[in-house]
T-cell receptor, first 107, second 112 residues
């Protein structure tokens, strides 16, 4: 089955810097990936998704990159703000979630 | 449009008690799922449903039952609560496997 995992459980960045959160997956047949953001005390919230026929997709201040060769995807957050502090999960089509990366934004 | 609504938000049970966590969505989503989230861990799938009348087990189904009699509702039943079921439970729904999930705000359950 599918499994996904994130490379780092925690990430601290200075306010205004760019953040990069990484995720690896095991099933090369996976064709759809999603990034979620979970703030303290709340449910996960959809941020951005990408399908396997794309290498890159951009949203507002967020970009997801997909490297199918090494089965890796990343979430880039531009000009990180205090409101970006949360746990970020990647998910694969079989509704599998990685353990999450906690992003802390330092003033 | 309320999205995914979970009730109750908080619940304390005694060991051996049973209860039902309610989940309802008003987006006409076919897919619905229940997850549990324990401290420092990711979301683990308990049960899921791909449409009314169809349910299946996820990663950690033991001690839980579900049913899907309507598209809107997907209740989760704890048959005989155990302290190991102390967790935060999230319900989620989606149009299908190729779409993102909308999550409810969660139910924090404590079993003493």
């Amino acid at each position: 089955g599918e499994s996904v995992g994130l490379h780092l459980p925690t990430l601290s960045v200075q306010e205004g810097d760019n953040s990069i959160i990484n995720c690896a997956y095991s099933n090369s047949a996976s064709d759809y990936f999603i990034w979620y953001k979970q703030e303290s005390g709340k449910g996960p919230q959809f941020i951005i998704d990408i399908r396997s026929n794309m290498d890159k997709r951009q949203g507002q201040r967020v970009t997801v990159l997909l490297n199918k060769t090494v089965k890796h995807l990343s979430l880039q957050i531009a000009a990180t703000q205090p409101g970006d502090s949360a746990v970020y999960f990647c998910a694969a089509p079989a509704i599998v979630f990685g353990p999450g990366t906690r992003l802390s934004v330092l003033p | 449009n309320a999205g995914v609504t979970q009730t109750p938000k908080f619940q304390v049970l005694k060991t051996g008690q049973s209860m039902t966590l309610q989940c309802a969505q008003d987006m006409n989503h076919e897919y619905m799922s229940w997850y549990r989230q324990d401290p420092g861990m990711g979301l683990r799938l308990i049960h899921y449903s791909v449409g009314a009348g169809i349910t299946d087990q996820g990663e950690v189904p033991n001690g839980y039952n579900v049913s899907r009699s309507t598209t809107e509702d997907f209740p989760l039943r704890l048959l005989s609560a155990a302290p190991s079921q102390t967790s935060v439970y999230f319900c989620a729904s989606s149009y299908g496997v190729g779409y993102g999930y909308t999550f409810g705000s969660g139910t924090r359950l404590t079993v003493v």
